[in-house]
């Protein structure tokens, strides 16, 4: 089992920066990939960023690419996600996952970018 919670939300005007962070614990070598996913109200869930964790590979979706960044520091166990240039459009609860098949996930933390 891995844990995962996710810190860093908040309210902050268009851009603006924040960054997130998602510490794991738990069987963290079987974490694999983690990745960062966002929700934003009467919408699907969606994909925004990811770190293979062995190689440091990232891929991230076209709407944040040039914005947002993921990072790893494999001391803390823990995997970030610096939002640059926030948009009202960023407004969601963001989560992370981990996993190959992201078998695992945070609770969630609220970002929400005001005009």
């Known amino acids: 089992q891995v844990q995962l919670v996710e810190s860093g939300g908040g309210l902050v005007q268009a851009g603006g920066s924040l960054r997130l962070s998602c510490a794991a614990s738990?069987?963290?070598?079987?974490?694999?990939?983690m990745g960062w996913f966002r929700q934003a109200p009467g919408k699907e869930r969606a994909f925004v960023a990811r770190?293979?964790?062995?190689?440091?590979?990232?891929h991230y979706a076209d709407s944040v690419k040039g914005r947002f960044t993921v990072s790893r520091d494999d001391a803390k166990n823990t995997v970030y996600l610096q939002m640059n240039s926030l948009k009202p459009e960023d407004t969601a609860v963001y989560y992370c996952?981990?996993?190959?098949?992201?078998?695992?996930w945070g609770q969630g933390t609220q970002v929400t970018v005001s005009n």
């Open positions: 738990g069987r963290t070598s079987s974490a694999y990939v």
């Open positions: 996952a981990a996993g190959p098949t992201y078998n695992y």
């Open positions: 770190i293979v964790l062995n190689s440091g590979n990232t």
